[in-house]
Nanobody, 127 residues
Framework: QVQLVESGGGLVQAGGSLRFSCAVS????????MAWFRQAPGKEREFVAA????????HYADSVKGRFTISRDNVKNTVYLQMNSLKPEDTAVYYCAGRPSTRRDVVYIQGYEYSWWGQGTQVTVSS
């Protein structure tokens, strides 16, 4: 079984930065695409960023463009989310997600397209 373990996050002041990592372990059986989602209390889960297996393709939600960067290291089987210029509106539980994909340059941006999920990590941005 594939497992995704997140690390990072915490409390930060507005304008600050955080970096998440998500380590993938187990038998993936194939190449895989990855993404980050987030969910604030009382709100629906929303897409944040996605990256293809090759890392040649990325996609971001409009709300985080220019501030967040998704990247991956397939040798280390780890995906990262660098978050800069954080705002109180970024406060949420963040989840990494993955899915098998033999299409090396394709990204997926909807939650139902993903098979594997991390445990979730709280990010709180104070004003």
């Amino acid at each position: 079984q594939v497992q995704l373990v997140e690390s990072g996050g915490g409390l930060v002041q507005a304008g600050g930065s955080l970096r998440f990592s998500c380590a993938v372990s187990g038998r993936t059986f194939s190449s895989y695409a990855m993404a980050w989602f987030r969910q604030a209390p009382g709100k629906e889960r929303e897409f944040v960023a996605a990256i293809s297996w090759s890392a040649d393709t990325t996609h971001y939600a409009d709300s985080v463009k220019g501030r967040f960067t998704i990247s991956r290291d397939n040798v280390k089987n780890t995906v990262y989310l660098q978050m800069n210029s954080l705002k109180p509106e970024d406060t949420a539980v963040y989840y990494c997600a993955g899915r098998p994909s033999t299409r090396r340059d394709v990204v997926y941006i909807q939650g139902y397209e993903y098979s594997w999920w991390g445990q979730g990590t709280q990010v709180t941005v104070s004003s």
